[in-house]
């Protein structure tokens, strides 16, 4: 079993940034397929930023140049940066490691993009 818990979610305003973590209790980053996802109120989880086992990466279109997953994390931490922050970026905010139908999901953090 691998725990996952995010953190850094919290109040911004529109236009500012935020980094996202992601620490898992096994070093399971480097050999799983890992992603982003949130869900905001009343909308279903969507697919926020996705890596591969390979090394790529893909974006939703709807933050694609405004979110990045820097390369380089720590062996057992990813991580999700967001500028130019949108209110409709508000959501919670989940990691996600999955490999061969086996997937691990963190508890979430909140990100609410407000003025």
């Known amino acids: 079993q691998v725990q996952l818990v995010e953190s850094g979610g919290g109040l911004v305003q529109p236009g500012g940034s935020l980094r996202l973590s992601c620490q898992a209790s096994r070093n399971i980053f480097r050999v799983y397929n890992t992603g982003w996802y949130r869900q905001a109120p009343g909308k279903q989880r969507e697919l926020v930023a996705a890596?591969?086992?390979?090394?790529?990466?893909n974006y939703a279109d709807s933050v694609k140049g405004r979110f990045t997953i820097p390369r380089g994390n720590a062996k057992n931490t990813i991580y999700l940066q967001m500028n130019s922050l949108k209110p409709e970026d508000t959501a919670v905010y989940y990691c996600?490691?999955?490999?061969?139908?086996?997937?691990?999901w963190g508890q979430g953090t909140q990100v609410t993009v407000s003025s």
């Open positions: 996600n490691a999955n490999l061969y139908g086996v997937s691990f």
């Open positions: 890596t591969t086992t390979s090394g790529s990466t």
